[in-house]
């Protein structure tokens, strides 16, 4: 059974880091587009970041662009998002996502096909 796992949320204080970790497995994700989402509550799911099959292209929303990296290993099938200096607007339940439509960037929820069951992460201010 395909299934996409997130770890690594939890709670920090503003400024602080933390560190997500996305693995595959039952399927290969390796050729797959993936990236990482996030829904603060009473609001849309949104994209973070996303990295193309290779690793080679990545985006970053503006909100976050210059706080975290994205990046993958597909030699373990995991994915990684580290995020620095955290704000309390990065409070949210963040998901990982897989695209089998795709190797290249997308940005948008269509695209995206696996999808694992969210991670909480809360930054105290």
């Known amino acids: 059974q395909e299934q996409l796992v997130e770890s690594g949320g939890g709670l920090v204080q503003a400024g602080g880091s933390l560190r997500l970790s996305c693995e595959a497995s039952?399927?290969?994700?390796?050729?797959?587009?993936m990236g990482w989402f996030r829904q603060a509550p009473g609001k849309e799911r949104e994209i973070a970041a996303a990295?193309?099959?290779?690793?080679?292209?990545?985006y970053y929303a503006d909100s976050v662009k210059g706080r975290f990296t994205i990046s993958r290993d597909n030699a373990k099938n995991t994915m990684i998002l580290q995020m620095n200096s955290l704000k309390p607007e990065d409070t949210a339940v963040y998901y990982c996502?897989?695209?089998?439509?795709?190797?290249?960037?997308?940005?948008?929820?269509?695209?995206?096909?696996?999808w694992g069951q969210g991670t909480q992460v809360t930054v105290s201010s």
């Open positions: 039952g399927r290969t994700f390796t050729t797959y587009a």
């Open positions: 996502a897989g695209s089998s439509r795709t190797t290249y960037v997308r940005t948008t929820i269509p695209y995206y096909d696996y």
């Open positions: 990295i193309s099959w290779s690793g080679a292209d990545v």
